[in-house]
């Protein structure tokens, strides 16, 4: 796959996704869908939207599957958050690569995923501009995944070589990259492997606060974070 360069068309669609089961959450996830759980009284998907919507992003697409209709009913159109947001309906959930090429319709030549499971203060404006194939975020490891998954030379992410960083979950693409993949469930990261083998992906550390929202212990941790102390 060759390396597409871009001219800098400013990114004006991101995807959300949101229909994960989040089985490492349960019992929360039995009866409110992971992107709803709440982290200082606000629903983690909120925060991006909010942050998506802060960086001049105008149209958002979600993907829905696990309880996707309790998301539906609160965001609704995006306008409570100066957006327009777009579903994109999953009957099985069809993991992150599946889940991406079913909404490429719905998306433009070029556009930016995040994760509804993380928390993060990135400023997504960073990302509306690009000229890869792939861009990924990175982050320092966190305790729970201390291998890492991609090493990084200045601006482009590899899969040899050390340090080692891990993939945030937030990320932009060129929808070449997704280029003859069926519809169907499918992973991203052996693609993103194979790419960045390939020297195919571009990739930037990020310092600031972020954490993966995987479990109820990580979930109790960041709510803690963001609640303010009672007086």
């Known amino acids: 796959m060759p390396e597409l360069w871009w001219t800098g068309e400013a990114v004006m669609k991101a995807m959300v996704l949101a229909a994960g089961r989040g089985e ?9 869908p992971k992107p709803l759980l709440r982290a200082g009284g606000k629903p983690l998907i909120v925060y991006h939207l909010e942050a998506l919507s802060r960086a001049g992003f105008n149209e958002v697409v979600i993907n829905l599957s696990w309880l996707g209709e309790q998301i539906r009913d609160l965001l609704g159109d995006g306008s409570e958050f100066g957006l327009r947001i777009e579903y994109s309906e999953e009957p099985e959930a069809l993991e992150t690569a599946g889940g991406i090429v079913q909404a490429l319709p719905m998306l433009g030549d070029r556009f930016v995923v995040v994760n509804a499971d ?3 203060d990135y400023d997504f404006i960073n990302l509306k501009s690009g000229d890869s194939l792939a861009h990924l975020v990175l982050v ?20 040899e070589g050390s340090p080692r960083y891990t993939f ?9 990259f997704f280029a003859g993949l069926a519809p169907g469930k499918q992973a991203l990261a ?3 492997f194979e790419a960045a083998a390939k020297r195919q992906v571009s990739g930037e550390l990020f310092e600031g606060c972020w954490s993966d929202i995987g ?9 803690s974070e963001l609640t303010p102390a009672p007086e």
């Open 24 to 32: 490492r959450l349960r019992p929360l996830t039995d009866s409110v």
């Open 118 to 120: 993380i928390y993060t």
């Open 140 to 159: 320092e490891n966190p305790d729970h995944h201390a291998g890492g998954d991609f090493s990084l030379d200045r601006t482009r992410v590899g899969t």
């Open 168 to 176: 945030s979950g937030i990320s932009q693409y060129h929808r070449e």
């Open 190 to 192: 052996p693609l993103l």
């Open 215 to 223: 479990t109820v212990e990580r979930l109790q941790a960041i709510n």
